[in-house]
């Protein structure tokens, strides 16, 4: 396909708004119509919204779009379809159905939309779910995603705030495909880096969700726009502390060096803003804090499971060949709420 995409400005999960900005306007809502069967919704931050339907089944609803960061419209739609279902597997659901939702310039090559949609199409089948619908609008500018149902147990399905002390927390991917994304766009990106990233967001949570199942999880979420940290501090629920060993957590590495060469994103500014006075870091470089910051597009699950059990899980995903591993503790709440160190 001859025609590539242009750029829009802040591609992929770069483009949210900043997680200040919404507390602010979120905060102001009028509460709604009270429903017992609402089991999660935006008031705890969750990743979807979950609501009972019998004793023994809920409904799992999320949505998620956004301008492209790849060049590849078929790239970019199995991406998007990835990043938009992984809120189900966050809350330990299985994927259902899924919903087209598309912003596309009238002026544009049709088969630019179709090579999204397909790219898209072929990532719900691989999640087990059904495509049957969706909207599209005329834009000046290309986004696409997905509005996915899914189902789980009401009483077990994953919060993103409910670990305890001494959960060890355990990430599923690398870091750094935002900044891999932003050295890509000024041509900075090798070919070993820009494949890394792509693999990494093309590739389904389904497995490390499974997985979870077979171990005792006490919280989950999956790492997105907000960043690593961003979406730690969230899962602390201003109740908890932690304590992350830097060393130990799954990075592109050519990421760092990008990062050393200040090829950054608005939006990890935006999250080290937001976030930044609850993180405390002891001998961490520069460039591995920013990846720390880093938004992730279609990021892996970020979990606290029971202690005992972690070794067991990390191996367990490791086999699965996700590049898994424990990065860090749950702890009592301190005074700073999230420590990274480096003992390297």
Same mark, same amino acid.
Request: proline share 4%.
């Given at each position: 396909?001859?025609?590539?995409i242009?750029f829009?400005?802040?591609?992929g999960?770069?483009?949210k708004l900043?997680?200040g900005?919404?507390?602010?306007?979120?905060?102001?809502?009028?509460?709604g119509?009270?429903d017992?069967?609402?089991? *999660?919704?935006?008031?705890?931050?969750?990743d979807?919204?979950i609501?009972?339907i019998?004793?023994?089944?809920?409904?799992?609803?999320?949505?998620?779009?956004?301008?492209?960061?790849? #060049?590849d419209?078929y790239t970019?739609?199995?991406?998007?379809?990835?990043?938009a279902? @992984?809120?189900?597997?966050?809350?330990?659901?299985?994927v259902?159905?899924?919903l087209?939702?598309?912003?596309? +310039?009238?002026k /544009? #090559?049709l088969n630019v939309?179709?090579a999204? /949609?397909?790219?898209?199409?072929?990532?719900?089948?691989?999640?087990?779910?059904?495509l049957?619908?969706?909207?599209?609008? &005329?834009?000046?500018d290309?986004?696409?995603?997905?509005?996915?149902?899914?189902?789980?147990?009401?009483?077990k399905f994953y919060?993103?705030? @409910?670990?305890r002390?001494?959960?060890?927390l355990?990430?599923?991917?690398?870091?750094g495909?935002?900044?891999?994304c932003?050295?890509a766009?000024?041509?900075e990106a090798?070919?070993? &880096?820009?494949?890394?990233?792509?693999?990494?967001? $093309?590739t389904?949570?389904?497995? *490390?969700?499974e997985?979870?199942?077979e171990?005792?999880?006490?919280?989950c979420?999956?790492?997105?726009g907000?960043?690593?940290?961003g979406?730690?501090?969230? /899962? =602390?629920?201003?109740?908890?502390?932690?304590?992350?060993?830097?060393?130990?957590?799954?990075?592109?590495?050519?990421?760092k060096?990008?990062?050393?060469?200040?090829?950054?994103?608005?939006?990890?500014?935006?999250?080290?803003?937001?976030?930044?006075a609850?993180?405390?870091?002891?001998n961490v470089p520069?460039?591995?804090?920013e990846?720390?910051? #880093? +938004?992730q597009? @279609?990021g892996?699950?970020?979990?606290?499971v029971?202690?005992?059990?972690?070794a067991? =899980?990390?191996?367990?995903l490791?086999?699965?060949?996700?590049?898994?591993?424990?990065?860090?503790e749950?702890?009592?709440?301190? #005074?700073?709420?999230i420590?990274?160190v480096?003992? $390297?």
């Amino acid at each position: 396909m001859e025609e590539k995409i242009i750029f829009c400005k802040g591609g992929g999960c770069t483009a949210k708004l900043g997680a200040g900005i919404l507390e602010r306007v979120l905060e102001r809502l009028p509460e709604g119509n009270k429903d017992e069967r609402l089991l *999660a919704g935006f008031q705890g931050k969750e990743d979807a919204a979950i609501y009972r339907i019998s004793d023994d089944e809920a409904l799992v609803q999320t949505l998620d779009f956004f301008p492209p960061m790849v #060049d590849d419209p078929y790239t970019f739609g199995q991406i998007a379809a990835a990043n938009a279902v @992984s809120d189900i597997y966050a809350m330990g659901g299985e994927v259902k159905l899924a919903l087209n939702i598309v912003c596309f +310039p009238e002026k /544009m #090559d049709l088969n630019v939309l179709g090579a999204i /949609m397909q790219g898209g199409a072929e990532k719900v089948k691989e999640a087990g779910g059904v495509l049957a619908g969706g909207h599209s609008i &005329a834009d000046s500018d290309v986004k696409y995603g997905l509005s996915v149902t899914g189902i789980v147990h009401p009483e077990k399905f994953y919060r993103n705030d @409910s670990g305890r002390p001494g959960d060890k927390l355990i990430l599923t991917k690398k870091l750094g495909v935002g900044i891999v994304c932003t050295a890509a766009r000024v041509g900075e990106a090798s070919e070993d &880096a820009l494949a890394q990233a792509m693999a990494s967001m $093309t590739t389904l949570n389904k497995k *490390a969700s499974e997985i979870c199942r077979e171990f005792p999880i006490h919280a989950c979420t999956d790492v997105t726009g907000f960043s690593f940290l961003g979406h730690l501090h969230e /899962m =602390m629920g201003g109740r908890l502390s932690c304590v992350i060993n830097v060393e130990d957590v799954p990075v592109i590495q050519e990421a760092k060096a990008y990062a050393d060469e200040f090829l950054l994103t608005a939006a990890g500014q935006r999250n080290r803003n937001h976030v930044g006075a609850h993180v405390s870091f002891e001998n961490v470089p520069f460039a591995m804090e920013e990846v720390l910051f #880093d +938004p992730q597009t @279609s990021g892996g699950l970020l979990i606290a499971v029971a202690p005992d059990q972690a070794a067991a =899980m990390e191996e367990r995903l490791q086999a699965a060949g996700l590049p898994a591993a424990i990065v860090g503790e749950i702890t009592e709440k301190k #005074d700073k709420e999230i420590l990274c160190v480096n003992n $390297t």
